[in-house]
């Protein structure tokens, strides 16, 4: 550890700082021998791989710990931008990871030794929908694709580079339609390609995020939208979509894990290093891990065993009681789950995605 507490800069650009904050500054308030300040910013996750690069490659790094998605985390693999953590630092990390619950463990496996999973969960795809305003939902593909010829600019997801609900309806349609191989998107997913295309016809454009899309819902300018059970519940309880909001699943889904992952740019001092692992450690304890059942954001949340519900802050308890869903046991429990892509692959589909079906139709 180093002789003085040192001041960590964190850039948050997954949306987790919600969920890691009151751990980090819970360890602040243990060790303040050890960290003296956070400062938390966040950014964009289409951009901060980038940034990092002119960073480092400038021999200057101002950014210490990065909150992330499978997004940039695939970014800064590609640009050589992270530091790798296991198995480098296993004497540090090794018993926390061997903690986490197996999809956990898988997700751990996707950041290919360069990321460390703070909170997991959020299944998707889901349609959400004001059951006031939509009586017919879509059960199946075809039928949203009908419905939303039938109801132009009705129906909207997010940019799937910079959206967890979109990247998971995006992924989760080979499961549904039936593609070769859903695993890869340049070779493997012609029907999704297609139905994407045609979907576009009925879509007025494509906001860079997902809040966007939760208050055109509630203020009505759409009528359905991508959705995933962590945004479902959390945007419900903050009161950006109205309480009594549904959710639907597609026939033949298969739900998409999200997780938020923890990653340290090249360039660390060892002083600020030491801290950030021991502060990774602290994060994983069951005590910690209580506090990503948050409010609903990656439902449930927690990424280690033993961690329940009781255990977590009254306010996520009283969260999830209210605002979650009975349903979501037996709904998720209907279809399997599967993983992401894989961190070459999310970047092809983003790359594919970006040209064939957003160009000129995104808007910030």
Not at 49 to 62: C, E, I, P, T, W
């Amino acid at each position: 550890m180093p002789s003085s507490p040192v001041t960590l800069n964190l850039v948050d650009v997954s949306g987790d700082v919600v969920i890691a904050q009151p751990m980090i500054e819970a360890y602040m308030k243990s060790h303040p021998d050890r960290l003296a300040k956070v400062n938390f910013d966040t950014g964009d996750a289409t951009e901060i791989a980038g940034k990092l690069q002119a960073q480092q490659a400038a021999g200057v790094s101002q950014i210490d710990i990065v909150l992330t998605g499978n997004d940039a985390l695939g970014a800064g693999i590609a640009q050589g931008s992270w530091l790798k953590l296991l198995p480098d630092y296993n004497k540090q990390l090794g018993d926390s990871v061997a903690t986490y619950l197996p999809d956990a463990k898988k997700m751990l496996d996707l950041g290919e030794g360069y990321a460390i999973v703070n909170d997991f969960g959020n299944p998707g795809p889901l349609l959400e929908f004001l059951p006031s305003t939509v009586t017919d939902v879509p059960t199946t593909a075809a039928g949203l694709l009908e419905w939303a010829k039938a109801n132009p600019g009705q129906f909207m997801y997010a940019r799937p580079a910079n959206s967890g609900p979109g990247r998971a309806f995006v992924q989760g349609l080979p499961y549904i339609l039936g593609d070769s191989d859903p695993s890869d998107p340049i070779n493997g997913w012609d029907k999704t390609w297609a139905y994407l295309k045609e979907l576009g016809q009925y879509i007025e454009y494509y906001p860079s995020g997902t809040t966007a899309t939760m208050k055109e819902l509630a203020n009505g300018t759409r009528s359905i939208i991508a959705s995933s059970a962590g945004w479902d519940i959390n945007a419900r309880a903050i009161g950006t979509v109205q309480k009594e909001a549904e959710v639907s699943a597609l026939e033949n889904t298969s739900w998409i894990i999200d997780s938020n992952y923890i990653v340290i740019p090249k360039g660390i001092s060892k002083d600020k290093l030491a801290v950030v692992l021991d502060l990774i450690q602290w994060m994983l304890t069951p005590e910690q891990q209580a506090k990503a059942y948050d409010t609903g954001y990656m439902y449930p949340g927690p990424a280690v065993e033993g961690v329940t519900l009781d255990m977590a802050p009254q306010e996520s308890q009283n969260v999830i009681n209210e605002f979650g869903r009975e349903k979501y046991a037996d709904l998720i429990d209907s279809y399997p789950t599967v993983l992401p892509l894989s961190n070459t692959a999310m970047g092809a589909m983003f790359d594919k995605w970006d040209r064939e079906i957003g160009a000129g139709m995104i808007k910030e």
